[in-house]
């Protein structure tokens, strides 16, 4: 048995009523598992609507949530052939991911460079996936397209920005909040609030990436070009300050227009979405889409790093949007 600290969700509710606790771990390892010292973990949207109760495949209470991490290899399995003792390395993990120490597949553990950033390297996983399959797998992005992105100063719109630059794409951000604009266009992306935004003549649009939900689609339906595409990833307006409120919620997704396939056909449009989960889920494509990330020149904004005990400000911290980028836990050492 090895001592841990976990952040544990054991009712849905506000940020301080997640619960920091120590625990004893099983540190016997299967053959093909290895034990990390975690050092960070990634703190994302997805984990503050799982913590109001509005995430359908979360697991039972009380769960640890939390899907990336970085740290130190301490302990290999018997089979582990490409990693060993004082690995630093990331991980996605399909929840689990706030503890101080985890056993993982060796697949998920992704070896970094001796030199790696571990914060960089916690920020990374999870708004790359979701940047890489909105931007490349669902809207198959090509130069000189226009793309929108709603949730620009976040974790995965930083990453989109780089994205789809690299691609010599034509990008605007929106914003809440006017301070974050010269953010956004310190990445040679255009920005807007969102209020700005909506009394724009904006539109031609190739590719829009949806964090919003409600009726922020209808709006942006509007303003795709032929063949567009819009991609939702979330409902954000939903949320009303980190608390369950469960009118928003229902306005949330009450007001979202229902793209029926004859309106596409006829607008020459297309609507959808996914659920970085189900692709948590393969771990063979999971590991294999870490590692191309382990050698990408993408760089996470770190917008703050908070003391695991100090969940609660973290998640406020996020939720509140008083954030640029990624929010952290660090794990004491």
Known sequence: MIGAQKVTIKKYGAAEDMHFENF????QLSPGEVLV???????NFADIVMRLGF????????????YELSGIIIAVGSEVADLKVGDKVMAGTRFGGYVSKVKLDQKLAIKLDEGADLKQAAALPVNFITAHIALN???????????????ATGGVGVIAMQMAKSVGAEVVGLTSSPSKKEFIESFGVTAYTHEEFSKTDEREFDFVLNSRGGSSLKDQYDRLAKSGKICCIGVQAAIDNGKTNIFKFLKTILTMPRFGMVKNIMNSKMVGGFNALKYFDDEKWLGENLKVLAQAPYQAHIGGIFAASDFATAHETLEQKKAKGKVLLEWKH
Do not use: Q, T
């Open 24 to 27: 004893e771990m099983d540190n």
């Open 37 to 43: 010292d975690v050092h960070y973990s990634g703190i």
């Open 55 to 66: 995430y359908k495949e979360a697991p039972p209470k009380p769960f640890v949530p939390g």
């Open 137 to 151: 797998e669902f809207g198959r992005m090509r130069k000189g397209d226009r793309i929108l992105l709603d949730c």
